[in-house]
């Protein structure tokens, strides 16, 4: 057979499926070997701690977590990819035109952390990682997967390091060599037996920046993380009231915290992302505050369907706004924190709104509070008010209980 009547080489399956992640949208692929992975005793010795806080999902998919073929048990290969989703810079300051008169302070804004600026990735992303799986399908036809996008018992960041696209920081988030750690992560379990990659070195050295940083101390000492004091644990997953010696920590955040990855050397390094699905969407980023008392449940479902902000829940995500205010202390304020504390449905919002009305103080807010404390019948939110009731009204001599 002469060069001309030749078939062209049959290319690596390895780099078809790094080649097809790349037109797919993904910054980085890697592959590990599916067997156990030492990180699972970790995760056992974190569960026992209780450090995970009220995240029991946790600790019932632990086993699961720490060794794929538990998911798949034929799982041969775990195919990790990510995808970056930074969108550059925090939005500035309204134009010179646009800006308020002087004498007017602009209104109070919260923050919100930058995966969650666009639509809600879980969707998004697996798509993605579905459609490589499909193709992957279409190349080795047979193949059995099982997919995850932050969705089921798998330990994302761990085998993330283990396939190379990039270590663990101290900070607990994965960090790629040259472009930072602003990226979603998923996996595709596989019974393929694809060339296991050299697992990621961490490149940290010295640097405790993100340790210093973390407005709560919720990490506690390199790579150890206690949820329970993290800012995105308060603000998202957990439950019920925020505890009040964190509360001004907590300052105008409302869903999540990036401080740890904000002064991370590496994120310089940082790229937009191209993916349109992670653009953010409009007043997503530093919402007014104020509107934000009044969203009924319905409200707050059409406001934020379609992105991951509805995880937290209309009444936590309420809490988290009173919480803000408190903490920024404008007076404006005040009758809305009013109307959330005599009429909220919800008693743990009230009683944020009280902390917060205690918080920015003044006699208009204690007639409030008082007048509130004789109807409120939830003892946990008439607490609330005693406690806001005992505080000094200076929001920088904030009494502890």
């Keep these: 057979m002469d060069a001309t009547t030749a078939e062209a080489p049959v290319p690596d399956l390895a780099d078809a499926i790094r080649e097809e992640a790349r037109r797919l949208g993904f910054d980085a692929v890697g592959f590990a070997r599916a067997e156990e992975h030492p990180h699972g005793e970790r995760l056992r010795a974190w569960l026992d701690s209780g450090a995970h806080g009220t995240m029991d999902w946790m600790a019932r998919g632990a086993d699961r977590r720490a060794d794929p073929r538990a998911v798949l048990a034929s799982a041969r290969t775990v195919i990790s990819v990510a995808a970056s989703y930074y969108r550059g810079d925090w939005p500035t300051a309204p134009a010179a035109d646009a800006a308020p008169a002087p004498d007017v302070a602009p209104a109070a804004t ?18 993605r990682t579905l459609a490589l799986a499909r193709v992957i399908r279409r190349l080795e036809p047979g193949v059995r997967f099982a997919l995850y996008v932050d969705t089921g018992p798998m330990l994302d960041r761990a085998w993330a390091e283990r396939a190379g696209i990039g270590w ?15 990226c979603f992560l998923g996996e595709i379990i596989t019974d393929l037996d694809l060339p296991a990659a050299r697992p990621a070195s961490n490149h940290c050295g010295t640097c405790v920046r993100c340790i210093a940083a973390c407005p709560t101390g919720a ?9 329970r004091r993290c800012i995105s644990y308060l603000t998202i997953e957990h439950e019920g009231p925020i505890p009040i010696e964190l509360r001004p920590a907590i300052g105008s955040r409302i869903f999540g915290c990036d401080d740890c990855q904000e002064v991370c050397p590496w994120n310089r390094f940082a790229t937009p992302t191209a993916l349109p699905e992670f653009a953010e ?6 919402p007014q505050l104020i509107p934000l008392l009044a969203l009924d449940d319905r409200a707050f479902r059409e406001r934020f369907a379609g992105t991951a902000l509805r995880r937290a829940g209309r009444n936590r995500f309420v809490r988290n706004a009173a919480v803000a205010l408190g903490n920024v202390g404008d ?26 009305l205690g918080r920015i103080g003044g ?3 204690r007639d409030t509070l008082l007048r509130a404390r004789d109807r409120e019948c939830d003892s946990k939110a008439r607490s609330e008010i005693e406690y806001a009731l005992s505080l000094d009204h200076d929001p920088s001599t904030t009494k502890e209980p």
Aim: proline fraction near 6%.
């Design 110 to 127: 919260g923050r919100i952390a930058r995966y969650a600026w666009g639509r809600d990735y879980h969707k998004r992303l697996k798509k």
């Design 168 to 182: 663990i920081g101290k900070n607990t988030n994965v960090i790629r060599q040259g472009a930072g750690s602003w």
């Design 219 to 227: 990490i506690t000492a390199p790579y150890q993380l206690d949820a």
């Design 281 to 286: 969407r409009p007043d997503q980023q530093t």
């Design 331 to 356: 007076a404006r304020a005040i009758p809305a924190l009013a109307s959330a504390l005599h009429g909220d449905p919800d008693p743990t919002v009230r009683g944020h709104a009280a902390w917060a």
């Design 363 to 365: 006699q208009s807010t």
